[in-house]
């Protein structure tokens, strides 16, 4: 029998979180194990077997520590942004799907957009990148869902130079965003439209609606009463200041 039963239980919690550091093993797997595992305890109580029962306790605690760790750090596959994208700053053609409705700035462009299952210069990767597009790219065009291949600069976000800095890395891995780029190419030099209506259907119906919905307040309501668009650019891409 286990004399000392939290030393053992801890231990097996550690390697647990050891092996899953060690190994990839799919979720499936840990929960069927689980399972399996929560029935042969069940078996051990019933028929009063400390081996099966304390055995059966060891191995439960050893798939938590697996699954507490792929779960608080999520094991992302070899060619995913983040594992193919450094601080250094490269020049790369990105094909991906917008996420969101691009948002135009008093002096940028924002747009971000996911590149699953699309490329980095000819190469297959798959994850977030926030992009800054700078000029005269005619956004109002684009939209949620619309596939699109931009040029310019990459990179993994910064980390704070200062103590108490705002930790803007932090900020966009919380956000599953683990690259930033950086366009400076005018026209569709610098981005293009290559497909459209890729975005899911019900998120793409209420990007519209929230359009619409934003034209009405900004003819109707009191300046600065809402975060509402300050102003409309000759094609029509709104700009948002929140007052």
């Known amino acids: 029998p286990v004399r000392q039963p939290l030393l053992y239980l801890t231990i097996a919690y550690i390697l647990g979180i050891i092996f899953a550091l060690l190994f990839s093993i799919p979720f499936i797997i840990i929960f069927i194990g689980l399972s399996v595992l929560l029935l042969f305890y069940l078996i051990g109580i019933k028929n009063n077997s400390n081996l099966i029962k304390n055995t059966s306790l060891l191995l439960i605690v050893f798939l938590i520590g697996v699954l507490f760790y792929n779960i608080h750090t999520r094991i992302y596959p070899e060619n995913h942004i983040k594992n193919i994208i450094s601080t250094e700053k490269v020049q790369a053609e990105v094909c991906g799907v917008l996420v ?24 297959k990767t798959s994850g977030l990148i926030l992009v800054s597009a700078y000029g005269n790219i005619g956004l109002a065009d684009y939209n949620y869902g619309d596939v699109v291949r931009i040029k310019g600069e990459i990179h993994s976000p910064e980390l704070p130079k200062n103590p108490g800095e705002f930790h803007y890395k932090s900020y966009l891995a919380r956000k599953k965003i683990f690259a930033v780029m950086s366009s400076s190419l005018w026209g569709n030099e610098g981005i293009s439209k290559i497909d459209t209506g890729k975005g899911n259907l019900f998120i793409g119906f209420a990007y519209k609606i929230k359009t619409k919905v934003t034209k009405i307040l900004y003819t109707t309501m009191p300046f600065g009463v809402f975060p509402v668009v300050s102003s409309v650019s000759d094609n029509n891409i709104w700009q948002q200041t929140y007052l």
């Open 100 to 123: 969101q409705d691009p948002v135009k700035e008093l002096e940028k462009h924002k747009i971000q957009l996911l590149v699953d299952a699309y490329e980095i210069n000819g190469k």
